[in-house]
């Protein structure tokens, strides 16, 4: 099923696209959250109405608009700007590395825009749907992907905006920011069902707190690696001790 004539999407499944949509629903209302937070804050900073919306529709990255906002307006050089927004967002470098075999097939203007629309949520609902990626590039996990992260961005750019045209209406004293992460966590941690993962998100947690203070926020990438290092470790370790089930499955395995 091809939905644009330029091409820039693969076939997509259209019930995966349904499923992909269903599964994103619940973790609307953080992303919406998140979203708003994020513009509020950009415009609260002086970055002005306009370059905040331009910002929120080409970076798509909330920890990196937050991480570079600072910058952009004491009018830091851009190449400054560029490898901060970078450093932050080490992690999707690994989430691609991660589902490199659904896509790898893929043209290169296609692997482009799949990048563009690659979000942590979504990154984390695709990689529990497939987690193993017995089927390789098919129509139905792109559709899944595609019906996650197209929801994802909806809701992340309509929050954003809303953020940036409220502006000042939204006093500091409603506490958004500790809502957005609160909301976030919630979303989170019932996704953190299988022992690898477990052990994954507490080094990485434990990793953020000792790298709270290094700069440029390198605290984020590097704990990010950590734990997925760790992750991919125990991964192998509970793997190994498992053996394949009986019913063939690996995935039940390691579950």
Request: net charge neutral; charged share 10%.
């Amino acid at each position: 099923m091809r939905l644009d004539p330029l091409g820039l999407l693969p076939p997509l499944d259209p019930a995966g696209l349904r499923e992909g949509r269903r599964a994103m629903r619940p973790v609307a209302i953080a992303i919406a959250v998140w979203g708003v937070v994020t513009g509020v804050a950009m415009v609260n900073a002086g970055l002005g109405v306009w370059p905040s919306v331009l910002m929120t529709l080409i970076v798509y990255a909330g920890s990196a608009q937050l991480a570079t906002l600072p910058l952009l307006v004491v009018g830091t050089p851009l190449p400054i700007v560029w490898v901060t927004a970078a450093l932050v967002n080490l992690r999707f470098v690994i989430f691609a590395a991660a589902a490199r075999k659904s896509f790898v097939g893929l043209p290169f203007r296609q692997r482009v825009v799949a990048g563009y629309f690659n979000g942590d949520l979504g990154f984390a609902l695709f990689s529990q749907r497939f987690p193993d990626q017995t089927d390789q590039g098919s129509p139905l996990q792109h559709g899944y992907y595609y019906g996650c992260n197209s929801m994802n961005w909806l809701v992340w750019e309509v929050a954003s905006m809303a953020g940036i045209f409220i502006g000042d209406l939204a006093p500091t004293e409603w506490g958004l920011e500790l809502a957005a992460v609160t909301a976030l966590i919630a979303v989170l941690v019932p996704m953190v069902v299988r022992v690898p993962a477990l052990v994954g998100a507490a080094t990485t947690g434990a990793c953020s707190l000792a790298t709270l203070h290094l700069p440029m926020r390198l605290g984020l990438p590097i704990s990010v690696l950590v734990g997925v290092a760790v992750a991919l470790g125990a991964e192998h370790i509970v793997g190994r001790r498992s053996g394949p089930s009986e019913s063939g499955d690996p995935a039940e395995a390691v579950a």
